[in-house]
Nanobody
Framework: QVQLAESGGGLVQPGGSLRLSCGASGSFFSVDAMGWYRQAPGKQRELVATITSGGSTNYAGSVKGRFTISRDNAKNTVYLQMNSLKPEDTAVYTC??????????????WGQGTQVTVSS
C-alpha cells in the first residue's frame, strides 16, 4: 500500500508564508513526478506546481515567483514553500505523485488534502 501524508496547512494573513510537506510511504520501487494541486470553493481543481525526480519544475502562472516546489528524494517528500500569500490562494491543497509500484507499473496517488486559508 502506498500513502501520501500531507502537513503544513493553516490560517495565515495576507503577505504571510506557509510550507506544505507531503511524504510518500509504503512499498514501491521509486517516486517519479510529484506535485501540488488546489481547489477553492466553487472552483475546479487546478495545478499549482510539479517537480520531476530530476528536479525540473513547472508552476501555474498565478503562483510563479511566490511559490517554490522542491523535493527530497531520499525521504520521498515534496515541499511547497508559499510566500506572499494572497486571499485568492485560499483552497484545499492536495499532493499528487506518480509512483512506480512495480518495475513495469506506475500509478497515481493523492493525499487527503490540507486547508490553506489566507485571511486577515
Amino acid at each position: 500500500q502506498v500513502q501520501l501524508a500531507e502537513s503544513g496547512g493553516g490560517l495565515v494573513q495576507p503577505g504571510g508564508s506557509l510550507r506544505l510537506s507531503c511524504g510518500a510511504s509504503g512499498s514501491f520501487f521509486s517516486v517519479d513526478a510529484m506535485g501540488w494541486y488546489r481547489q477553492a470553493p466553487g472552483k475546479q481543481r487546478e495545478l499549482v506546481a510539479t517537480i520531476t525526480s530530476g528536479g525540473s519544475t513547472n508552476y501555474a502562472g498565478s503562483v510563479k515567483g511566490r511559490f517554490t516546489i522542491s523535493r527530497d528524494n531520499a525521504k520521498n517528500t515534496v515541499y511547497l514553500q508559499m510566500n506572499s500569500l494572497k486571499p485568492e490562494d485560499t483552497a484545499v491543497y492536495t499532493c499528487h505523485s506518480n509512483i512506480r509500484v512495480r518495475w513495469n507499473t506506475r500509478d497515481d496517488y493523492w493525499g487527503q488534502g490540507t486547508q490553506v486559508t489566507v485571511s486577515s
